[in-house]
């Protein structure tokens, strides 16, 4: 779906989170949100907060995964998507601390591979993700699952593309200063997901916008994979559907 004003369109989005939520909390149930950090899904926020403060929307019910986080990683650190989410978010609603999960970037190495494992352990457990809200990086990556992952991949330590760690180099005031590896969710953890949205605004993204939609299905660019999934949905600005 392609849209002229990227605000309007992430207030749309915002608008079927809620909606979402609200019927959760008609039927008694949780309501597992996989969330996604970046510039995109940042007025998709600012709609949640704003519905929140108007007393229109209440997150009692909402238990969040995140997608990604650098490693190694502070949570009090600026950079981290554990101070982004909160700043944008948590922060601003009623959600429950204890319904928050975003992948420690501070796990000690050797307890790495079990930490993932857990992770999305805890994710099948609820059910799965309800819905799952992602951005898509200038390699095709979804949260960070860089060229080369796999369809089955499931939550993991990986290492950063060059293209990956360039665009997040102002962030960090230089490349140098920018993490070499982060946790991800896998693809198949996110391909599991009911629903799925994918924003892409700006010029910027809209060659591996093409390569997305029109591409061939490749782990070389993994959001391709979104083609086998039955209820996904891409939401895009004019420039980002430029090259369709
Ligand atoms: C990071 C995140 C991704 C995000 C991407 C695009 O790499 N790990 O989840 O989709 O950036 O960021 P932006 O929305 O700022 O273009």
Redo the contacts with the bound molecule.
Sequence with gaps: EIFNDSNYASVLVAHEIAELIKQRQQEGRPCVLGL??????IKVYEELVNLHKKGELSFYNVITFN??EYYPMEPENRQSYYYFMHQHLFDHVDINPENVNIPSGEVPQEELDQYCIDYDLKIKQLGGLDFQL????RTG????NEPGSHKNSGTRIITLDHV?RR??ASDFNGIEYVPKK?I?MGVSTIMKAKRIIM?AWGHK?ASIVKETIEGQITSNIPATFLQNHDNTTMIMDNEAASEL
């Design positions: 996604a950090t970046g510039s995109s899904p997608l990604d992602l951005g898509i990086g990556h979804i949260g960070f990956t665009d997040a982060a991800t924003l993204k």
